[in-house]
Nanobody, 125 residues
Framework: QVQLVESGGGLVQAGGSLRLSCAASGRTSNYDMGWFRQAPGKEREFVAVISRSGRSTDYADSVKGRFTISRDNAKNTVYLQMNSLKPEDTAVYYC???????????????????WGQGTQVTVSS
């Protein structure tokens, strides 16, 4: 089992940047790692994913070109660099770990086995 703790959220103006971190208690190299977000009144949605090796990534269309996911397996940490933030990016952001690594299911939240508690990102206009 792995425990995930997100950090780095906060309040930022539109056009600004934030870097989220997700620290794991176990070896992240055993998992594909994803970021999801959930805004009030909306369903949880996929943001980005990175394979356990770090060689493959994928993004939601809404964040492509603005967000970058990366990982440091030596530090058991995954990052989400968010640039050019928009008010519609406001949400609680969750880190998640996928043990099975079924890449075709990478955007589906039910594929993920472990979740962090979330970190709030608020983008003001």
């Amino acid at each position: 089992q792995v425990q995930l703790v997100e950090s780095g959220g906060g309040l930022v103006q539109a056009g600004g940047s934030l870097r989220l971190s997700c620290a794991a208690s176990g070896r992240t190299s055993n998992y594909d790692m994803g970021w999801f977000r959930q805004a009030p009144g909306k369903e949880r949605e996929f943001v980005a994913v990175i394979s356990r090796s770090g060689r493959s990534t994928d993004y939601a269309d809404s964040v492509k070109g603005r967000f970058t996911i990366s990982r440091d397996n030596a530090k058991n940490t995954v990052y989400l660099q968010m640039n050019s933030l928009k008010p519609e990016d406001t949400a609680v952001y969750y880190c998640a770990a996928d043990r099975a690594g079924t890449w075709g299911m990478r955007m589906t939240h039910t594929e993920y086995d472990y979740w962090g508690q979330g970190t709030q990102v608020t983008v003001s206009s």
